[in-house]
């Protein structure tokens, strides 16, 4: 069964660094077809991409938070680890990972994690 | 910066057709997809590569992208429909998704 789970902390402070992981089990980040994603949603607002990964190490984030992200990850550990700095209330999401899929040179999220909220509040 | 546009809501009868759209500059140049998202959930991929269908969704959901304009029709709409529908885009190396749709069946 294939699975993605976040985890990190519920809470931070304004100014604070994020760091989450998503473990991924029943594929292996060294799969050449798959890469990792991190997404987040606000309470009840949209889906905001934020960054990827693939397995050649390739990565790419949001042009608005580039400056703020850092993904990486361990394939033995089967992680997919996301920093985010200078953490802001405005940055209270749920923070989603979710698995990249391509199919004849086509990508999309086909499985998502369940998501872990994070609040930042002093 | 790349930007995909939704109707904020869209509402459809049960058993009628619901038709959601997503528009974007030269949207019919790059993939589309579409993802479902029931309060508390996580999304769900319910139709990528512009039509196609993953495993286990219902043939009622199908899609299309021509112009600038990707649209996602649900056929039959059933109360379990009922939920916040996104579109998604490739820009590049980058994502951009759309703002949501929100479909109430009534």
């Known amino acids: ?122 | 910066s790349y930007e995909l546009t939704q109707p904020p809501s869209v509402s459809v009868s049960p058993g009628q057709t619901a038709s959601i759209t997503c528009s974007g500059d030269k949207l019919g140049n790059k993939y589309a997809c579409w993802y479902q998202q029931k309060p508390g959930q996580s999304p769900v991929l319910v139709i990528y590569q512009d039509t196609k269908r993953p495993s286990g969704i219902p043939e009622r959901f199908s899609g299309s992208n021509s112009g600038n304009t990707a649209t996602l029709t649900i056929s039959g709409t059933q109360a379990m429909d009922e939920a916040d529908y996104y579109c998604q885009a490739w820009d590049s190396t980058t994502v951009v998704f759309g703002g949501g749709t929100k479909l109430t069946v009534l």
Request: aromatic share 10%; with cysteine.
């Open chain 1, 1 to 122: 069964q294939v699975t993605l789970k976040e985890s990190g902390p519920v809470l931070v402070k304004p100014t604070e660094t994020l760091t989450l992981t998503c473990t991924v089990s029943g594929f292996s980040l060294s799969n050449t077809k798959m890469g990792v994603s991190w997404i987040r949603q606000p309470p009840g607002k949209a889906l905001e991409w934020l960054a990827h990964i693939f397995s050649n190490d390739e990565k790419s984030y949001s042009t608005s938070l580039k400056t703020r992200l850092t993904i990486s990850k361990d394939t033995s550990k089967s992680q997919v680890v996301l920093t985010m700095t200078n953490m802001d209330p405005v940055d209270t999401a749920t923070y989603y990972c979710a698995r990249i899929h391509t199919v004849d040179g086509v990508w999309y999220f086909d499985l998502w994690g369940r998501g872990t909220l994070v609040t930042v509040s002093s």
